[in-house]
């Protein structure tokens, strides 16, 4: 069972006209239309060169249509041509300053290429001129998540609900973001109204499980989690979900739970992470790796490896050797692989990973904010050691659990802590020679630093 990331866009992907008339259009007759919307299909079924020819015949009929260069630059942008892609859209808004599909068409791919503030202010502006089109309006809710403007995006999701009065995808989506913000009273508020509405519904019974859990109530969720797994005995979400309720600590987090939420984020991963939340790990950690090894000749397995930050920061390693990222999110590696430095991608958790690895075949292994899924560690830890050549090196982060109280402790924001102590005695339970923990401020969220460690153990030469 993967929990659903909802998206306003896709809400409302049907009602989006095949094409738009621009503003400046009085004419009774359209002589261009027929090959808009031919060339719209062409560049949707990936027929590029034809629909530049058909777009071509567009423009010698009336070469100041600004649909001519809005489809123009959805036709570069397909090409992986950005820059055309530009140079089309902000023409078609030189040519018709208040149409509102060529404005929408530049602040999406403002967005698409984290160009966020300039995104932001067009749509924007296509929500002042369009107030009460739900079309824009999703378009806007869905740049601001990606720009991770959560304020923005409830107020539009808010717009949305006095236009769609009850929309049961519009309040899902508010009461997600609600939480987000630590708002959990009034999310709650909304779980609880829809639950109202439909008591057996999976995705408002999982919304308000998670919600609870997210309030530190994870006890009053028992019953909504109950009633799940009773639904699908075998899911391990729903397995997952009655565990926390009882005060549990599950063993690690599944797959279905954390491979949806990275999938969703993939397109925007770095720009939230680095920027957004300071995150420094991969350059820091790369940093001491190449001191340690200068002539990059080593065998690297990054186990979380996301979009390949640390990979980045490695850059190509010495010839003959190699790199291997492994990642449960399948959009993740596919950010990665555009780096061109990784040898290979294993979509498999890091627990499989290891445990099928041949021994002594890695010099490095890292697993940089990815233990803070996995949970327990008494099986991973040893089995990076067997991994290991004589002479490598396991680098990894968890965020601090106190060091009175469980070895292993769920936080509300769904992460593992691990306490250093134990940690550390875990290591050299395993066979490390050496073991090397800094104390570390992993990211900040929501202005305030995660406090976590740094750990490099040493296998003996």
Known sequence: MALATFSFAAHLRGCR????KPAMSATATDPNLQHLQKAREQIANGDLKKAALTLNKAHAQWPQDPRVFMLGGLLAEKSHNIPGAFEALRRA???SPDWGPGL???ALLLARQNQFAEAIETAEKVAAL???NLVVLAAV?????RAGNTELAMLHLRRGLELVPGDVTLRRMLARDLGQQGQHEQALQIWDELLAQDANDPANLAGRVQALIASGQAPQALANAQTLLQMAPQDPVYQYFV????GQTPAEQPAALTAPLFDAMADIYDQHMVRGLKY????QVGDAILARHPDKKINVLDLGCGTGLLGVCLGKLAEGYFMIGVDLSTKMIEQAARHGLYHRFHSVSLHDALRETPAGLYQVIAALDVFIYAGDLTEAIPNAHRVLANGGELVFSCETAPETGPALVLQTSGRYAHQRSHVEATCKTAGFERVEVTDAVLRMENNTPIHGFVVTAFKAA
């Open 141 to 145: 809710v869905d740049i601001a998540h």
């Open 243 to 246: 565990q926390v309720a009882q």
């Open 17 to 20: 006209p095949t094409l738009f």
């Open 130 to 132: 369009e107030p009460r």
């Open 93 to 95: 808004v030189a040519l």
């Open 280 to 283: 420094q790990l991969p350059k």
């Open 104 to 106: 929408m068409e530049l």
